[in-house]
Every structure is written in C-alpha cells, then in structure tokens.
C-alpha cells in the first residue's frame, strides 16, 4: 500500500517550464523620426521600463518628440536670450511659454505612464552614496 501512494505523489508532480532572462535592457530601437534628445530619452526610460503595448509605445513617440521640440526650444532661446527687443520694449521670449507647455506635457505623459516611479534594481541593500561623510 505504501508503494502506489509513492507512485501516485511521483505522477502529481509537474516539471515547471522557466525561462531564463538576462539584465540586457530593451532592445526595441527608436522610432527614425526622433533626433538626439527623443533618442537619449528612449534609450534611457527602456533601459529601466518595460513597455510592450501599442498606445504606451505610442505615447513614449510622443513624449520623446515633445523631448526633441524642448531641445530646439532651450537651443533657440539660448541663441536670442530670454528676452527679445520690441518696438514697445523688453518682452519675454515668445517660446518661453511654449517650452513650459512643452516641459508639463512630458511630466504629466510620464505619470499617466507610471514611469514617474524609480524603478526596482537587482542590487540588495541600499543604494551607495554620493556624498561621504567627513
């Protein structure tokens, strides 16, 4: 009697199926229309996210575009100044406005994302300081 009830807890169990993953990020390239800032912006959020579905990966174009025009902005203003000569005076620069708009656009895309949160990491422990204690 006690054999066929070894038998039967032997026949019960199943092999489980694992699969190996490696700590590579995510090699999904980035879209061909996005310039050196909507790269690096992709580049470094799927190297700590994942995102597989079409509207999320929508929406990162999106805000990685966003990323592209803020650039252009920051360089554009850089050039002309924060503020530009009118026949009525000083005003602020006009692209001021649109590079705010622009810089909310990103952060609220981000959370709408959930990509707002600091991502888990395989290191145990906390993370190691930058200041040192004299």
């Given at each position: 009697?006690?054999?066929?009830?070894?038998?039967?807890?032997?026949?019960?169990?199943?092999?489980?199926?694992?699969?190996?993953?490696?700590?590579?990020?995510?090699?999904?390239?980035?879209?061909?229309?996005?310039?050196?800032?909507?790269?690096?912006?992709?580049?470094?959020?799927?190297?700590?996210?994942?995102?597989?579905?079409?509207?999320?990966?929508?929406?990162?174009?999106?805000?990685?575009?966003?990323?592209?025009?803020?650039?252009?902005?920051?360089?554009?203003?850089?050039?002309?100044?924060?503020?530009?000569?009118?026949?009525?005076?000083?005003?602020?620069?006009?692209?001021?406005?649109?590079?705010l708009a622009t810089q909310s656009f990103i952060v609220r895309s981000l959370?709408?994302?959930?990509?707002?949160?600091?991502?888990?990491?395989?290191?145990?422990?906390?993370?190691?300081?930058?200041?040192?204690?004299?």
């Amino acid at each position: 009697m006690g054999e066929n009830i070894r038998a039967r807890e032997f026949a019960v169990t199943k092999r489980t199926a694992f699969t190996l993953v490696d700590g590579t990020p995510n090699p999904s390239p980035p879209p061909t229309s996005l310039g050196a800032a909507g790269v690096k912006l992709w580049q470094s959020l799927l190297a700590d996210f994942v995102i597989d579905d079409a509207g999320g990966r929508e929406m990162l174009t999106r805000i990685c575009e966003a990323a592209d025009s803020l650039a252009e902005y920051d360089a554009e203003i850089a050039r002309d100044g924060t503020t530009i000569k009118t026949r009525n005076g000083l005003k602020d620069h006009p692209l001021l406005k649109h590079r705010l708009a622009t810089q909310s656009f990103i952060v609220r895309s981000l959370h709408r994302l959930g990509l707002d949160i600091e991502p888990t990491r395989n290191t145990v422990g906390r993370p190691p300081s930058n200041q040192r204690k004299s």
